[in-house]
């Protein structure tokens, strides 16, 4: 079965510190990847998507970056936070192939992210 | 442009059947889905429509209309571990590359 992994769970940061954020799969090859952020009072915001190794599609412009070094690993990245930075992120997979429009994003726990 | 609403909070009472509807616009559509979302955790899957119609899981049930723009999550039998929230998503190819898009989603609260 597959399985998604993120950590830290938590974390609290002084504004201008860096970020890295790490996402692992588990029990299946060659998934779309996805970064979302989720403040307070607001939806699911896209950040990035990943179809394949060191493929990055930006949806918003941002204080963020994002890699893909490994085919199961997506990392979310900051050189310096931002106050607006704070909220829930959550990594996702999706199977590159399957039933035609029918490919559910499978979510994993995220990490909770508070700037200082 | 790309907008999904759903109403920001419902209230409803155990044992109840209770209504959460969705309306979207898209530049494309290829499918719906349903998400919960408990406080502090992610969200996990509950329905996708593709077609028109109502598709039943359980005491879960969704419907969509495509030409209204319209879906809506019915929750029968309401247990007080329904309290969550409710994200409505569309699958844009049109505009987003078929990525998911959001709605802010809809807080349930069940009271005894």
């Known amino acids: 079965s597959q399985t998604i992994h993120q950590w830290p769970a938590t974390l609290v940061q002084p504004v201008g510190s860096p970020l890295s954020l790490e996402c692992t799969v588990e029990?299946?090859?060659?998934?779309?990847l996805y970064w979302y952020r989720q403040a307070a009072g607001r939806g699911l915001q896209l950040l990035f998507y990943?179809?394949?190794?060191?493929?990055i599609s930006s949806e918003v412009p941002q204080n963020l970056s994002a890699s893909r070094p490994q085919d199961r690993q997506f990392i979310l990245s900051s050189k310096k936070l931002l106050l607006s930075d704070s909220g829930f992120y959550l990594c996702a997979w999706s199977p590159r192939s399957g039933l035609a429009g029918f490919n559910e994003q499978f979510f994993g726990p995220g990490t909770r992210l508070t700037v200082l | 442009g790309q907008n999904i609403d759903q109403p920001t909070e419902m209230t409803a009472t155990e044992g109840a059947i209770v209504q959460i509807n969705c309306t979207y616009q898209t530049s494309g559509f290829n499918g719906l889905f349903w998400y919960q979302q408990h406080a502090g955790e992610a969200p996990t899957f509950l329905s996708y429509n593709v077609l028109d119609g109502l598709e039943e899981k359980g005491r879960f049930s969704s419907f969509l209309s495509r030409s209204k723009g319209y879906s809506y999550l019915l929750l029968k039998e309401l247990q007080m571990k329904d309290s969550a929230s409710y994200l409505c998503?569309?699958?844009?190819?049109?505009?987003?590359?078929?990525?998911?898009?959001f709605g802010k989603g809809t807080k349930l609260s069940v009271k005894p």
């Open positions: 998503a569309v699958r844009d190819y049109g505009g987003s590359q078929g990525n998911l898009i």
């Open positions: 990943s179809v394949g190794i060191g493929q």
């Open positions: 029990g299946t090859s060659n998934p779309n």
